[in-house]
């Protein structure tokens, strides 16, 4: 549960004791509580902002300073082309996501010296259980705004991960890898 703190130390705690030292880390986890803000629940603001935003802080806290004193480590942070331009129905994911844009912003910053580079990639609407729950009449309305014309497949999104995860990308960071067909050119 990436909103509860002691949780994330005891997990990060738990993964070095048994496989080692964390050198990447990879900020996925999210929720969405879709509503018109004038209807929204302060349950469902609170909710997104922190598994999406808080929870970043949260697992990153405790990785961080190993990463720092080892001189390597790779954070990749999971934002979302609605982060960037924002959507209806989702004033609490979009901050949430432009706020992790600000977060990768400034830990890389905090970070580049020490070794350790922070990256965010910016998914566009992707073939997963949490777009699965979109009606269908507005996902193939959001679809029909996508220059490529379909939603981006997992796999896409992961080697772009994958990339910014590699020693090979040690001179990106502060970045922002927008995977999103076309949808949000900026």
């Not at 830990?107 to 777009?131: F, H, Q, W």
Request: some cysteine; proline content about 4%; hydrophobic content about 45%.
């Amino acid at each position: 549960d990436v909103t509860d703190r002691e949780a994330c130390a005891r997990a990060v705690a738990q993964v070095e004791a048994q496989l080692g030292p964390v050198e990447i880390l990879v900020n996925n986890a999210g929720v969405t509580r879709d509503a018109m803000l004038h209807k929204m629940e302060p349950d469902a603001w609170d909710a997104v902002l922190a598994v999406d935003l808080t929870g970043l802080y949260n697992v990153t806290r405790h990785v961080l300073p190993g990463m720092r004193n080892r001189g390597y480590g790779r954070i990749v942070n999971i934002a979302s082309v609605n982060g960037q331009k924002g959507q209806i129905g989702q004033t609490n994911y979009a901050a949430a996501k432009a706020g992790v844009l600000g977060f990768t912003k400034a830990l890389a910053l905090e970070c580049a010296r020490k070794g350790v580079t922070v990256n965010a990639v910016s998914p566009g609407y992707t073939d997963t259980e949490m777009v699965a729950a979109v009606p269908k009449a507005v996902l193939d309305e959001i679809i029909a705004q996508i220059p490529v014309g379909r939603l981006a497949r997992p796999e896409e999104i992961a080697r772009c991960v994958a990339f910014l995860a590699a020693d090979a990308s040690g001179f990106i960071t502060g970045e922002t890898l927008n995977v999103n067909g076309g949808q949000y050119l900026a």
